[in-house]
């Protein structure tokens, strides 16, 4: 019996990773609301939706979980930058 699925269907594991990346842009374009400097805002915003462009081709889940670490660790770096200077 032949698959009802799509054959661009994810399997699981492309499923939760694509959550994932889905989850951390989310994030980042919450944390930059909350940066005070409109203009810098703008050009955090085109730099987060350049990167997650420039990426998206990737489908080596090697790859894809390099590049979620350094997304969740510049986005701890940046919310770290917003919390010190609050302070």
Known sequence: MASKLP???LSLKQFLMRQE?????REIFRTIRLVPDETTQI??????????RNNMHHKDETAIKAMLYYGKKSLKDL???LALSKS
């Open 7 to 9: 054959k661009t269907a």
């Open 21 to 25: 990346v889905l989850k951390l842009y």
């Open 43 to 52: 050009e955090l915003k085109e730099w987060a939706r350049a990167d997650f």
């Open 79 to 81: 919310q770290s930058s």
